[in-house]
């Protein structure tokens, strides 16, 4: 279209800052339910195909208005992302890897056909806005403000109006057992996610449809659901999800389903390879032997292979990861109305899946410097 | 829970009517675009899990406010649903088989975990409001008023608090060519629906990720979009698809696919299996000889079938259907890089579509009485 050049992008140098009149208070940090407390402000711009971005804001959290007619209700037309602001020993808040989650949030809102973003500007933006809740963001290990970047479309379905905010809420440890091991039901009858579909987006269709599968797993007395295509392990509740094999050579393979578009690309995923990939030829994770070789590779796993492992005795560990949990052990896991209970471990996590949460929350405290991926918010 | 019984259902006894002080002008039919001239009021409720839901209103249509947390956005926890008010000869605005949609209605509720409610009540509402907005409804073959019931979780994802309503809007043919043949784009790698997906149920998760295919099917010059699962036919766009047969006792095969859980089981399509079923023998098809036995059935049909069906010279008719179009033949298959043509006829449909389009528009308008499927609004 000839208007085209003409939109305005997302900039991060026409921001508007209105800050609140009144603060809220903080809650105390055990009182954290995940993702409940908003904090004081939120980052906001919104788009139409005559003019572009508006401005962004920063502005008061509060609700706004939209007409029925919407097509987000209608289509379900929204991309979102998870990612966490932490703040380490010298009390400056940090982001984790934000780029990834920026150019994964960039191509999930392209698949839903909503307007493309500037992915630096919007990281700028992002930054900015932690800086102004750096108050809310909780300290100690397991806690983090969680950052939900959000794009909507509004207006009918052809209109390609938007609006685009990241809204905040500070977080303590996902799960309240903590560490516990999960127990797992394996879903045979619900299908996350399917070759051609839109598992690999974070886009809102995958997680309705996961609503009332995860109730009836709760409701068997488990904990989160094990998504199966087929016989294939593909993720568990929104987690992807790793198994830990002793090789005949002594050395460890890490293993988790490859990103063939049904598997969400996490960014916990990917730093969980390249932290093993690292060891120990280039740094050694805590409480692992250096001559303990790891093996990262992604390839797919099937139910009938991890009970093949299980009974040779090879299977070590299993784990999900992901930006709410980073680490979470699994325990056990319902199949075909029977458990198959996986090695467990005093206090949660095995060696492999504890010495690979030990560095990543090092790193995301900004208490180990890795390869830049710690991100400080103010300059 | 304890508190379940005492919630409030959704009770067309406790409706409340404010209607708007300045009612809008009604556009002419020609200028009518799908889905875009909203009319003068709303049918709203709201549901808590406290209180259940509260008094339905008609009132003026226009915005509301929401949470930016709110869980529709974040995991597209909706459903709606697509029918249409008709005025016939005697001037009486009527509904097409509305408890076929309003059950659907309440099944894809369920699926996304969102609140039940009584499909008799909503029904009485429905038809309240369509008696309130009968001047919008436009007369004329083709011309109906277009129903938007829709139920939207709001708040946080456990919440289980919800907005329900429904919005109308005049609506004219629902392609601009009318009744021409559609030439569709076969899709392969873009799957709408998996086994063990929501492909059965009408949620908002199963049409913000065809937006983006369709619009590559409208780039290179194809209508809408052919969805296919590997080698199986399932839907074209938003519509179910027949194809006709002959067969070789000299009768005609109707066959449609299955509902195996990745269609939706159309009103539309279930009324041409149940008209075609019909004749003759309890009642004649318009422009169909009684001699002409026809032989309605749901079962796969996939790409390789249609292709040896045309080269045999057996494939008389393909057409899909739905609330919007109706009936509206498919002409070509844009399908691995060349085109497949099928039948077409002068004015568009062929003799079975067109019967059958005929028989249930008649029945639709009020003009031909069916098994009660013609609903007034008024008694």
């Known amino acids: 279209m000839s208007t085209q050049p003409e939109r305005a992008g997302l900039e991060a140098s026409r921001l508007i800052t209105v800050l609140a009149n009144e603060l ?14 908003m904090t004081d402000h939120m980052l906001f711009a919104s788009y139409d195909p005559v003019n572009g971005w508006s401005a962004p804001e920063i502005k008061p959290y509060g609700p706004f208005t939209l007409e ?20 380490g020993p010298d009390g400056e808040p940090r982001l984790f890897r934000p780029e990834m989650n920026i150019a994964r949030f960039a191509r999930s809102a392209a698949r839903m ?13 992002i930054k900015a806005l932690v ?22 479309a509004i207006g009918l379905l052809t209109s390609n109006t938007a609006l685009l905010w990241v809204m ?10 903590g560490s516990q091991a999960l127990s797992l039901l394996a879903m045979r009858d619900t299908v996350r996610a399917w070759p051609g579909g839109t598992g690999e987006y974070k886009v809102a269709c995958n997680y309705g449809p996961t609503i009332n599968p995860v109730q009836a797993a709760l409701d068997k007395g488990y904990d989160q659901t094990l998504w199966l295509l087929g016989d294939k392990i593909t993720e568990a509740g929104v987690m992807n999800v ?37 060891h ?12 303990t070789l790891l093996h990262p590779s992604e390839r797919t796993m099937t139910m009938t292979e991890l009970q093949a492992w299980l009974a040779e005795g090879r299977l070590l560990e299993m784990f999900s990861v992901g930006t709410a949990v980073v680490v979470q052990p699994i325990g056990n896991i319902g199949y075909d109305g029977k458990d198959i209970a996986l090695p467990t471990f005093e206090g949660g996590r095995g060696p492999v899946g504890q010495a ?24």
């Open 356 to 379: 690979l949460y030990e560095r990543l929350t090092d790193i995301q405290d900004g208490r180990f410097e890795w390869e830049g991926w710690s991100v400080r918010c103010e300059d």
């Open 131 to 152: 800086a102004v809740e750096k108050r809310w963001i909780p300290a100690g290990k397991g806690y983090s403000l969680y950052i939900r970047p959000m794009i909507v």
């Open 280 to 291: 120990p030829a280039r740094m050694t994770l805590p409480g692992l032997a250096p001559t």
């Open 113 to 125: 056909s909503l307007p493309p973003f500037n992915p630096d500007e919007l990281l700028k933006l």
């Open 168 to 177: 905040c809420a500070p977080t303590g440890p996902y799960l309240k057992g």
């Open 68 to 87: 029925p007619n919407s097509s987000c209700f209608q289509y379900g037309t929204s991309a979102f992302e998870g990612m966490k602001a932490y703040v």
């Open 242 to 278: 790793f198994i830990v094999l002793k090789r005949d050579d002594g050395g460890i393979d890490l293993i988790t389903p490859p990103l063939d578009g049904t598997i969400l690309p996490g960014v916990t995923r990917d730093s969980i390879l390249a932290l093993a990939a690292a």
């Open 24 to 37: 809220k208070p903080v809650p105390p940090p055990q009182e954290l339910r995940f993702g409940q407390s």
